[in-house]
């Protein structure tokens, strides 16, 4: 089988985590990763900030009801919608689907 569609096949969610850091070198690669999926027009309207600080990444995990795993996980990549980088009208809500497809989500273990 493809490695790409077997990765994508076998993709699991992560709830828990080693306390191992995040290399910055894999977290890099992984924003490289998202900044090279389409996007509608090729807006790209997304930003991308790493969160390795253990204080931020549980006040993130207790204050986001979608984001509670991130307590306890060594690095956490938020993706965040540039409103600059936005299309007007009728296409300004594809700034959603522009920052979430599946294939811009790690799980590291």
Known sequence: ???????????????????????????????????????AINKQPWEFIIVNSSTLLFELGTLLPYAKMTKFAPAAIVVCGNQKNMHEGWEESFWIQDCSPPHKVYYLR
């Open 1 to 39: 089988m493809n490695d790409i569609i077997s990765t994508i096949l076998n993709r699991v969610s992560v709830r828990s985590f080693k306390e191992d850091k995040v290399p910055k070198e894999d977290l890099e690669l992984i924003i490289k990763d998202g900044m090279a999926a389409p996007s």
